[in-house]
Each structure stands twice: as C-alpha cells, then as structure tokens.
T-cell receptor, first 115, second 113 residues
C-alpha cells in the first residue's frame, strides 16, 4: 500500500482565495483524521470521520473550514475564504477501527501558505 | 476533553547518554498512549505505544512507562545516537469511543555527537 496520500504537497495562495486539500486514506481504513500543525498551537485535531461520517468536528476553527468524505477513499478539507493565519501544515491520517491498538498513519502533509 | 502536557520542550544530550521525556494526561478514561517522532519537514511517525493495561513496553533502545494512578507516561531512549535528533510528541486517546489523538506540545531532542 502506498500509505496515506495527500495533495497538493505545497500550496501558496492569496488571502481570500479558496483552498482545497485532498486526502486518500490507506485502503480498508475506516477512520480518517485531519490535523493541523503550527508552531504556536502544535498538532491539533480539526475533524475526524468514521465510515465516511463526520464524528467530531469540534476542532474546526470556524465556518470558513469545511470537510467532506464522499466515499471511503477520498476526503477534502476546504478553506473559503483563506486568511494568513490559516498558514500551517495540514496532515491527514487514517486508522483501522478493528485493530488492537489505535495506530494512526499520517500522510506527508500539505504545507499551506496564505499571503 | 483530554489535555496532555509534555516536558521538557527542548532536550540536549551527548551521544550515548539517555533521554527521558515526560507527559501527563487529564482524562482517566484514556487507554492508548502513542509516541511519535517527527523529523524536520516530515510526517509524524509512530515509534512506540502503550495501552492502559500495561505498565511498561520496550523496543530495542526505546521504552515507555505508564503510571495510570498518577496519569503520566514517559519515553526513555537509551544509548542515544545523532539520528535520534527530532521532535517527539506524546499523545493520548481520550474517553471511550473518541478515536482522535490529543498531542502534547512536543520535545525537541538534540543529540550532540
């Protein structure tokens, strides 16, 4: 398996533009997580899905952020409109619900810069 | 919700010495405690984990201990090597059913050759 795949790897955009980040989880994994990493706030959960259904979106900063998982192999995180404070590395992770532990496998991340 | 505190924020050791990183958690129902290593510009990668029914787990040069009563867990790295230099994050999975990780703030470990 190729692991968790994220695209794009780097995104530079201007304030006010719409940004869409994409994630393909490991095949067969039924949990998908979106995390954001910044120097100030560290690694924090934004939202996670189980079997394509959003379970906990309490970490989504505000209405400008939205996430979808239309099927088991694809998820998007959208920011509209983007702001400079959204600049961060966004990680997608997936895990298998029936595993003995809860190991989460992280994708390579998307480095977002909002100018 | 769960809160995880991690200390120290930076740690510098000489090659061959041991390194210890400590974390405390707030939710007594937490039952899974992984440690991730993140090299510069890379993704976090799991290096060791422990479940709440185990007090200690070891994998070659790394070990993790868990004290459920005190709600703290620690990472021990022995015989440190320059390639151990990275940022280490502890994490906890909170109350039953909530699968997301709550991370500590990270420890930047520098192993001096």
């Amino acid at each position: 398996d190729a692991g968790v795949i994220q695209s794009p790897r780097h995104e530079v955009t201007e304030m006010g533009q719409e940004v869409t980040l994409r994630c393909k989880p490991i095949s067969g994994h039924d949990y998908l997580f979106w995390y954001r990493q910044t120097m100030m706030r560290g690694l924090e959960l934004l939202i996670y899905f189980n079997n394509n259904v959003p379970i906990d979106d309490s970490g989504m900063p505000e209405d400008r952020f939205s996430a979808k998982m239309p099927n088991a192999s694809f998820s998007t995180l959208k920011i509209q409109p983007s702001e400079p404070r959204d600049s961060a590395v966004y990680f997608c992770a997936s895990s298998l619900g029936t595993s003995v532990n809860n190991e989460q496998f992280f994708g390579p991340g998307t480095r977002l810069t909002v100018l | 919700g769960e809160n995880v505190e991690q200390h120290p924020s930076t740690l510098s050791v000489q090659e061959g010495d041991s390194a210890v990183i400590k974390c405390t958690y707030s939710d007594s129902a937490s039952n899974y405690f992984p440690w991730y290593k993140q090299e510069l510009g890379k993704r976090p990668q799991l290096i060791i984990d422990i479940r709440s029914n185990v007090g200690e787990k070891k994998d070659q040069r790394i070990a993790v201990t868990l004290n459920k009563t005190a709600k703290h867990f620690s990472l021990h790295i022995t015989e440190t090597q320059p390639e151990d230099s990275a940022v280490y994050f502890c994490a906890a999975v909170g109350n039953t059913g909530r699968r997301a990780l709550t991370f500590g703030s990270g420890t930047r470990l520098q192993v001096q050759p």
